[in-house]
């Protein structure tokens, strides 16, 4: 089982950056996917999950009509579109591949996203 995240960078406030998670290994179109997220100090948090089919998303608070997380089941790949970055969503973003709403089951290794003028 592989999932490779990219995409991270530094960007500055109000800028946008779109993260890539590809997936092998396992039956992907058949997994709730995520992306989380871990910044300095902190524990991992949910930012958002897409449904197998895609067709149901969930989004955390703190990334509500900024970000958007999609997924290309013939690609084996998963988006997260982040929008108006703010200095406080720095951190490495991680995905995971599980049931829908639960702990992912695997893991990827993680980008680091940083939002810096």
């Known amino acids: 089982v592989q999932l490779v995240e990219s995409g991270g960078g530094l960007v500055q406030p109000g800028g946008s950056l779109r993260l890539s998670c590809a997936a092998s290994?396992?039956?992907?179109?058949?997994?709730?996917m995520s992306w989380y997220r871990q910044a300095p100090g902190k524990e991992r948090e949910q930012v958002a999950g897409?449904?197998?089919?895609?067709?149901?998303?969930n989004y955390a608070d703190f990334v509500k009509g900024r970000f958007t997380i999609s997924r290309d089941n013939a690609k084996n790949t998963v988006y997260l579109q982040m929008n108006n970055l703010k200095p406080e969503d720095t951190a490495v973003y991680y995905c995971?591949?599980?049931?829908?709403?639960?702990?992912?089951?695997?893991w990827g290794k993680g980008t680091l996203v940083t939002v810096s003028s």
């Open positions: 897409i449904t197998s089919s895609g067709r149901t998303t």
């Open positions: 995971g591949a599980g049931v829908y709403r639960m702990p992912a089951t695997y």
């Open positions: 290994g396992f039956g992907f179109s058949s997994y709730g």
